[in-house]
């Protein structure tokens, strides 16, 4: 539970603990801003004597309204002709009598010099200052109290005639402050003086909290409407109001005053941390944690135990979210875990008399009340999983020594899972989804480019978004490859990548280096995000998924709208090798997959799916004679024969279906027929069964099957010679008239 709000000596001691954690350049009631700060900071008005900031146009607010004002001629021009703000910051000339240091008042003289002259008739200037009219040298004085003037002060003010005259046409204001705001013109800045004590501190300490953190990007204008309405509230404290307090009297809402609301919310969070204090020394007692105290990212993630009511459960609980969070276990996974453990608590009011109260009764209680719960299989798992996890962990450390030792979970309490179907896409889907034309249609360059890794790699979404700006690397031939962290196994991994993928790469990191002095992400935030330090968010590219595929309006072979995952692209990767007869252990490779199981689950995945499309077909012998398909027990046998089948041969046009431990005496048999004809129209085919058949010859080679390597090189040189003839420039045809490349004026063509 939170602290009460400070009041009396606990308010002086936050104002104590703020004045000595602000440095100097946060200290001041008017906070200057650098332009070279990411957050505070940012590009400069296109106007050159102005030192302020870009607000709008590449101007600041100020020349915005002038360009504005003068019609909105091209801004480039405007800016190089357009006046400064400081005009009125000019500094004042000195009399003219060279030994004077006051300001020239009148007739380029200072007030005494002008009585003087004027007492002498007002004769020619020049002539009587040269002839040494001006007579004794007027008494030095201290220097002028405003920054900058180098003249005498005159009067009780401090300030010399001139920055005198001025203060005095404001209403005489309080000095150091009126000096302060003369300073300062022109400038970027927080001014805080109008604001109370202590919620100065509080406000100048927020600010330098969001510099510190290097997040979000807080400018003077996005707070200046905050700044002057915080005073009006009667209160001399931020934690004088509750957040809600606070929303409701400024009047902020989600659409409006959206940055306003949530830097004070900040503001108070930064105040609360600091008077709570932050670590696990102080957060780990409280039944609430929050993550920014515990160095986690996410200014209001956090962990709940108060809803779990028994206290030694509580206790056992967060002991163990700690030890989860301090080994490497995401906030995520955590969080399911303890809201798992809320849920099993809240179901047993009898664990309140301790931990000899939970037997192994009330668990199976518990896996029926699941079952009812949880349909899904996958769900009634995850929630057993979080139960048997900290059983087993207290039990492993000793943390609660008073639970029955036969108290667990046992393998045969998790449900039994079904194998799913495939979730890759199909073909019909991929082709839409991989067209340049379509891709382009992406709006936001770092998604459509996110998209094409997800489809070329097979990586998972969280993987592919936190891509480091180098992450590609070649090998000594200059092939490119991805170099990427898989987070669920915790080490580094490399995918070959095709170099058009390389290439887009290459821009993106160009345009990132551009963007950023130093970044960190190949894809970094668009928003919140000053200096690239952050990477895409995953959340932020799914919802622009959704929009990609409903603007290109992506349908299945059904005519029905395609919903397309992030993690359906890693199963199609994996889908596709498999079916492209890529070894197994190079998918496993591909994919970064610690076992083989893991892998193996899409070969059966992709070998039920063949099935089915094979089981589904009309298949036909040399005769146009319809097959009949094999049920029962024969089944099975047959669908072996044809899968054996598929790996002998390649034919373009459907299946051989002679085992594969007899030899053909007419292995391709079209391709070494007599009356046999093809022409150029028909290369792809001939080069895809080239590529087939020499790769047959290569995993025969490897099996050492002899008859089917010597059976598919004799299609190979077939092929080779076919390719070669329709390949061949020059004469493609016989006859110069009827050669269609002619018709055509395209001798290139062939």
Known sequence: MSSPLPIGSEA?????????????????????????????????????????????????????????????PEIQAWAAIAPALRRWLQQPRKCAITTCRRARREVNLCHSHAVRWNSRGRPEL?????????????????????????????????????????????????????????ETFGRDRFDLRPLPMPMRLEIAYAIQCRVDERRTQTRPHQIRRLLRALPGGGVNSLLDRSPE????????????????????????????????GVGWDAEYPRDVWLLRRL?????????????????????????????????????????????????????????????????????????????ARFPNAKSRTSQISSLAGLLRAARQHGWEPRLQPRVDVFHEDYPRRMIGAPRGLSEAVMAQLEREDVLARFGDPRGRLLARILMSTGLRIGDASSLLIDCIVRDGQGAPYLHYTNHKMAREAFVPINTELADAITAQQQAVHEQFAEPDYLLPRP???????????????????????????????????????PHQWRHTFATRMINNEVPQETVRRLLDHSSHQMTARYARLADKTIREQWERARKVNIAGEQLSTEVGPLAEAVWMKNNLARAKMALPNGYCTLPLQQSCPYANACLTCPVFVTTAEFLPQHHRQLDQTRSLIEQADRNGQQRVAEMNRTVEKNLLTIIDSLSAPGDCCGTESSCGCVERDDPDAC
């Open 126 to 182: 020049e002539s009587w200052i040269g002839g040494g009219g001006g007579g004794a040298p007027l008494p030095a004085g201290k220097c002028c109290h405003f920054p900058g003037c180098e003249l005498d002060a005159e009067g009780d003010a401090g300030l010399c005639g001139h920055h005198r005259d001025r203060w005095c046409r404001a209403g005489r204001p309080p000095l150091d402050s009126w000096v302060l705001t003369c």
């Open 527 to 565: 928003t919140r995000n000053p200096e690239g330090k952050l990477p895409f968010s995953a959340a932020t590219f799914r919802g622009e998924l959704r929009e990609w595929l409903s603007d290109c309006d992506i349908r299945d072979e059904h005519g029905r709208p395609v919903h397309v995952t």
């Open 12 to 72: 002086v001691r936050l104002a104590t603990q703020l004045s000595a954690r602000l440095r100097p350049m946060f200290a001041e009631p008017v906070i200057l801003v650098d332009p070279s700060d990411p957050v505070i900071g940012g590009p400069q008005c296109v106007v050159a004597a102005c030192e302020r900031l870009a607000v709008l146009e590449g101007a600041c607010s100020a020349h915005h309204q002038r360009w504005i004002d003068d019609g909105r």
């Open 295 to 371: 160095g986690y990212p996410g200014r209001d993630t956090c962990l709940r135990f108060v809803e779990i009511e028994p206290i030694w459960l509580r206790q056992l609980t967060k002991r163990w979210a700690r030890w989860r969070l301090s080994t490497g276990i995401s906030i995520g996974t955590v969080s399911a875990d303890v809201r798992a453990i809320t849920s099993f608590a809240q179901c047993f009011p009898v664990l309140q008399r301790g931990p000899e109260a939970l037997t192994r009764e009330i668990i199976e209680t518990y896996l029926a009340h699941l079952a």
């Open 245 to 276: 307090s606070w929303l409701g009297y400024l009047g902020f809402s989600s659409e409006r005053g959206y940055i306003e609301r949530r830097f004070l919310l900040d503001a108070i969070g930064y105040l609360r941390d600091l008077i709570e």
